[in-house]
C-alpha cells in the first residue's frame, strides 16, 4: 500500500472514531447538563447557502432550509473529523499513527475549535466566538470542552488502531 494510502485509510478510522468520541460527549452534555449539542443540519445550511454565494448571515437559523440538511450537515461533520485527523497524520506522521501520544492530538484536537471560533460563528451571525449569544462564555466553554473531547478522541481512536494493526 503506498504512503498515501496508508494515510487516507488512517485519516478516516481514525477520524471517524475520534467523531464518534466527540459526539458521545455531545450525548452526555445533553443528557446529563440538558445542553443540547450544536445541530449539524446548520453547518449543511451554511455550506448550502455558501455554495450560492452567500457566506454570511445575520441569523443561520432564519435562513431557508437546505434540502436533506441533516443528513448532510452529519456526513459534512465525519468529513471534518476525517480531514482534521488527516492533518494530524501529515504533521506528525505515519509514525504516530504506529506509536500515538497524546500531545499531538490535543494541539490538533483542541486547535480545531479556531474553525468555529473565527469561521463559523461569525459567518453564522452570533460573531467571533459566539460573543452574540446570550451567553457568550458558556457557549466558549461548551466549544473548548467538545473539541478537547475531539482531541481525547484522536489519541483513543489512534490507540485502539494502533493495537488492531
Known amino acids: 500500500m503506498h504512503e ?29 447538563f440538558n445542553a443540547p449539542p450544536l445541530d449539524y443540519a446548520l453547518v449543511a445550511r451554511w455550506l448550502g447557502h455558501f455554495l450560492r454565494g452567500r457566506f454570511r448571515h445575520d441569523s443561520i437559523m432564519a435562513a431557508p432550509p437546505v434540502a436533506g440538511e441533516r443528513a448532510w450537515g452529519w456526513i459534512v461533520h465525519y468529513a471534518i473529523g476525517i480531514v482534521f485527523a488527516a492533518l494530524l497524520i501529515s504533521f506528525w506522521g505515519l509514525e504516530w499513527v ?37 451567553k457568550p462564555r458558556i457557549n466558549q466553554v461548551k466549544s473548548l470542552a467538545a473539541h478537547t473531547s475531539f482531541a481525547i478522541g484522536l489519541f483513543l481512536a489512534a490507540n485502539a488502531w494502533a493495537q488492531l494493526t
Open 4 to 32: 498515501v494510502d496508508k494515510i487516507l485509510l488512517h485519516s478516516v478510522v481514525i477520524g471517524i472514531g475520534a467523531t464518534l468520541v466527540m459526539d458521545l460527549w455531545g450525548w452526555i452534555q445533553k443528557r446529563i
Open 98 to 134: 504506529r506509536n500515538p501520544t497524546l500531545g499531538p492530538a490535543l494541539v490538533i484536537g483542541i486547535g480545531t475549535v479556531v474553525v468555529p471560533f473565527f469561521i463559523m460563528q461569525p459567518a453564522f451571525g452570533i460573531g467571533v466566538a459566539g460573543m452574540r449569544t446570550p
